[in-house]
Structures are given as structure tokens and as C-alpha cells.
């Protein structure tokens, strides 16, 4: 049981800002499997922020302030990967040298594009969302699509290969193989989607439709994943979620 706390709490610390206690040991490889808990987390926040900005503001501020909330609560952490991704692979170079791009903390203009463009398309889908749907839908779409996104990092640490040698942010999430137990948390916002009814049906097949898209091109492309590619991985994959929540046929 220890261990199981330490390694949500480790989970924790590692991608949001939410304060999770003192002294948390490190535990890299045992906390990717609550990815999708610490998804659930950000959800459950970012669903009674909703509710308080929804009864200040209309929904278009509405939107833009959850979107804001959502890049706060990660730190950036996972925008800031999007951007060097997009600088790398966008650049058309080898494979060495994009990835040699990706460690530049400057952000081009490619890099610049792709948050812009990601921050507008979640804005878009919560808009749609908010304005579409009813608030009970609302509200659970925004529970479990962070965790549909970070659940996306785990199949992209199973299915790609590390893409840097000895070193990287990522490195430590490579060093063993990721088993069947490992995916069992991402049954928490599938069986919570059911709650929509045959919008769960759209919802997964919107998920892994968009999974195996960003893993093909990611192979294609590198051939491998990086620290800042699972962080892109996380981003787009909450866009392109926020956005199918919004459409018309929900």
C-alpha cells in the first residue's frame, strides 16, 4: 500500500504543480500507471473551476479560462514539450539533429504555431462544449478527458522506443517494460464515459484513432519518443478530445 501512494504521489509531483506532500521518493517507472489517476485529479479541479468561472463569466471567457487553468496546473510542463516537438520534427532535418532542436529552450516559430494553434482548437472545443451540451455532460467530459490524454503517454512509453541516449527528462520512464497491469487505470474514464451513453462510443473511437495517428507518425517521422514528444502526445490528444466533445453530433 506504501508503495502504491508513493508512486500516485511521485506521479504527481511529476506532471502538475499540485502539492504532493514532502519527501516524495522518485519512483519513475511505478508511477506511470496513475497517469490516468493524475488525469482524474486535474479533471475533478478543472470541473469545479468550471462551475465558478461558468457563474462569473459567459462561456466564451469561460473557455479561455479553463484552458488557462489546465496549462497553470501542468506547469507548462507538457506545452513546453508540444513546442520543442513541433521545432524538431518540423524542422525536416535527420533524426539527430531534430532531436538535437528539441533541446534548444528556445522556441521557434513552428514551435510557436503549434501551442497557438493547440490552445485555440481547446478553446474551440470547450466553447462548442459549453454551449452544445448539457452542463451534467459538460462536467464529465471535462473529468475524464485529462485523463484520456495522459493515458495516452503510457501507450507511447510501450509502443516507441527512447529516443536519447543517457540523458533526457523522459530517460527514466524507459528503464523497464511496461506490463498489462500498468494500463489497468485507464479503465477508470472509459467506464466513466459509459455515463454518456453512445457518446462514449465516439469519445474512444475519437482516443484511439488519434493514438495510433500520433504513434504512426511519430515512427514515421523520429522512429522513436522523447520527454517533450510524450508532452505533445498529451497536448494534442486534449485538443483533438476537447474539440470531438463539441461537436454537433454529441
Not at 504521489?9 to 521518493?25: C, D, E
Not at 484513432?209 to 510524450?230: A, E, S
Request: hydrophobic share 55%.
Amino acid at each position: 500500500m506504501k508503495k502504491i501512494f508513493t508512486d500516485f504521489r511521485s506521479a504527481l509531483m511529476f506532471i502538475t504543480i499540485i502539492p504532493a506532500g514532502k519527501n516524495v521518493a522518485y519512483s519513475p517507472v511505478g508511477m506511470i500507471k496513475f497517469f490516468p489517476v493524475v488525469g482524474l485529479v486535474i479533471g475533478a479541479l478543472l470541473c469545479a473551476f468550471d462551475i465558478c468561472v461558468s457563474a462569473l463569466w459567459t462561456p466564451g471567457c469561460a473557455s479561455v479560462l479553463d484552458v488557462v487553468f489546465l496549462a497553470a496546473v501542468t506547469g507548462a510542463f507538457h506545452l513546453d514539450g508540444l513546442g520543442d516537438t513541433a521545432d524538431g520534427i518540423f524542422s525536416h532535418r535527420s533524426r539527430q539533429r531534430a532531436l538535437e532542436i528539441m533541446k534548444d529552450s528556445r522556441t521557434g516559430m513552428m514551435g510557436l504555431v503549434a501551442v497557438v494553434c493547440v490552445l485555440a482548437v481547446k478553446t474551440a472545443g470547450l466553447y462548442c462544449m459549453k454551449t452544445g451540451t448539457s452542463p451534467v455532460m459538460t462536467a464529465i467530459f471535462l473529468l475524464i478527458i485529462p485523463a484520456y490524454s495522459r493515458s495516452s503517454m503510457v501507450f507511447g512509453i510501450r509502443y516507441l522506443d527512447y529516443g536519447r541516449q543517457n540523458t533526457g527528462t523522459g530517460l527514466d520512464l524507459f528503464k523497464e517494460k511496461l506490463g498489462i497491469g500498468d494500463f489497468a487505470f485507464m479503465a477508470l474514464p472509459f467506464v466513466v464515459s459509459m455515463f454518456t451513453g453512445y457518446r462514449a462510443v465516439i469519445l474512444n473511437f475519437v482516443f484511439f484513432l488519434t493514438l495510433v495517428f500520433i504513434i504512426r507518425f511519430y515512427k514515421k517521422t523520429l522512429d522513436c519518443v522523447t520527454g517533450d514528444m510524450l508532452g505533445a502526445m498529451n497536448e494534442v490528444m486534449e485538443a483533438v478530445l476537447l474539440l470531438a466533445a463539441g461537436a454537433h453530433v454529441f
